[in-house]
């Protein structure tokens, strides 16, 4: 697969799968910033305080005990834990410096990984609404299998805290190639889209009240910007 430069995220790359002229606004052009909702400052907390247990043992804050439980079973595991843990990589699979911005090109934040010999088990935290898409799941085993060559098989999967369920995918090292596929065309429409100057709107429910990007034609808030 010929991939070009493009730093890139999954959130990066889901925004612009959402609406290529969000992406162009807000990362390109940094014309808007997206709103710091309650809902996004909850998830934060969620996200510190989970991650504050798991590697110091600190208590769970008022409002969050609710996932004691869950806290517990994880913090069972075995291996080398890493929490937060911001990995990055090069246009050549290379392992790089999360702020070598001269050649990180794709960078994610695994919330919980241990490390066992030959396996590895990710989880990302959930906040907010159950969704099936698992693209993400399938990022963090190729961000752990570039980043420990001793590993063979990662586990990885989402907690949904607020219905109390989970979505667990598992990836082998030999899953590698049909992985990246499932990013290629993106990352290309992306690329053709930078190398273009060519931002089309694509609109959605969320054009009326989420969107950051008054100016846009097909914003709700635009009347009273």
């Known amino acids: 697969m010929v991939v070009k430069p493009i730093s890139w995220s999954f959130s990066a790359l889901e925004q612009f799968r959402n609406c290529p002229k969000q992406y162009q606004e807000v990362r390109v052009l940094k014309n808007f910033k997206e709103e710091y909702t309650d809902e996004r400052k909850w998830g934060d907390r969620v996200h510190k305080s989970l991650a504050d247990y798991l590697s110091k043992g600190v208590p769970l804050p008022e409002g969050m005990t609710v996932w004691q439980e869950i806290a517990d079973q994880f913090r069972s595991l075995k291996g080398t834990l890493y929490v937060e843990n911001q990995f990055a990589i090069d246009a050549q699979f290379r392992p790089c410096g999360w702020k070598d911005w001269n050649n990180a090109w794709l960078r994610g934040i695994v919330d919980a990984l241990w490390v066992d010999g030959t396996v590895a088990k990710a989880i990302d935290w959930k906040t907010g609404k159950k969704k099936p898409n698992s693209d993400q799941l399938a990022l963090f085993a190729l961000l752990v299998f570039f980043h420990f060559p001793e590993v063979q098989t990662v586990r990885t999967m989402f907690v949904w805290l607020k219905v109390a369920d989970r979505t ?33 709107p694509r609109t959605s429910g969320l054009c009326s009240n989420w969107c950051p990007v008054v100016t846009c034609q097909y914003n709700g808030k635009r009347r009273n910007w």
């Open 168 to 200: 667990r995918e598992d990836y082998t090292r030999d899953q590698i190639p049909a992985l990246w596929a499932l990013f290629a065309n993106d990352l290309q429409r992306l690329s053709n889209a930078m190398e273009t100057d060519t931002w089309i």
